[in-house]
């Protein structure tokens, strides 16, 4: 027999998800935490991206919004706040690119080298959706 399935309250769940989105920490680190695998942090997100969409389309509904505007708007919204991150990211890099050019030292500029491919790296990590 294999292990008894092991069951997660959605606190548990939405701090892990918090952690892994937040990039405070990868999806392996915080299952490895829990005992359980990157796949189930992964899923773990969808849900809660789910239920959070119903939830905001329901707001939505409920205020005199029909169901097919409301979902135009969710997306819409969604949209925006992908912009936005995008844009923050962008101009983390630009700020980092700066300093990279006026820096005189090899070490400074190796270290800001590093940091902006580690971000490069995890923007494309979000555009894959992982």
Same mark, same amino acid.
């Given at each position: ?31 490895? !935490?829990?005992? $359980?695998?990157?796949?189930? /942090?992964?899923?773990?997100? &969808?849900?809660? @991206?789910?239920?959070? #969409?119903? =939830? ?22 969604? !949209?925006?706040? $992908?912009?936005?991150?995008? /844009?923050?990211?962008?101009? &983390?890099?630009? @700020?980092?690119?700066? #300093?990279? =050019? ?29």
């Amino acid at each position: 027999m294999g292990k008894p399935r092991r069951k997660f309250s959605n606190e548990v769940k939405v701090k892990a998800v918090d952690d892994y989105v937040s990039g405070r920490r990868s999806a392996a680190q915080v299952a490895a !935490e829990l005992e $359980t695998t990157p796949t189930q /942090v992964y899923s773990w997100r &969808v849900q809660l @991206e789910e239920k959070a #969409k119903g =939830l905001k389309v329901d707001e939505l509904t409920s205020a005199d919004r029909n169901p097919a505007d409301a979902l135009v708007i969710h997306q819409l919204l969604k !949209e925006r706040d $992908t912009y936005q991150k995008t /844009v923050g990211e962008q101009t &983390v890099i630009i @700020e980092l690119l700066k #300093k990279r =050019l006026r820096s005189t030292s090899s070490q400074q500029r190796s270290e800001l080298t590093g940091l902006i491919e580690t971000l490069e790296r995890s923007v494309q990590r979000r555009k894959r959706g992982e």
